[in-house]
C-alpha cells in the first residue's frame, strides 16, 4: 500500500496565509487599479472575492498583463 507523505502543520499554515495575502493583494490590486469608466472593475473584484483563490489566480495571469497593456497600470 503506497501512502502519500502528509505535509507538517507549520507547512500547511504557511501555504494558507500566503494564499490569504495573495487573496487580499488580487483584490486591493482590482480595486485601486481597475479603470472606473466600466464595469470591470465589479466584475473582477466579484469574480476574486467569489472564488478567492482560482479567481486570483486568474486575475494575475489574464486581466492583469492585459490591463497593464492597455492602461499601461
Known sequence: MFVLP???CGCSRLAGILMLLFWIWSISD???N??????D???WG?????VP???GVYYYFVRRPERIARYGR
Open 6 to 8: 502528509v505535509p507538517c
Open 53 to 55: 483563490f482560482f479567481g
Open 30 to 32: 482590482c480595486l485601486k
Open 34 to 39: 481597475e479603470p472606473a469608466g466600466s464595469n
Open 46 to 50: 466579484l469574480l476574486v472575492v467569489c
Open 41 to 43: 472593475k465589479i466584475l
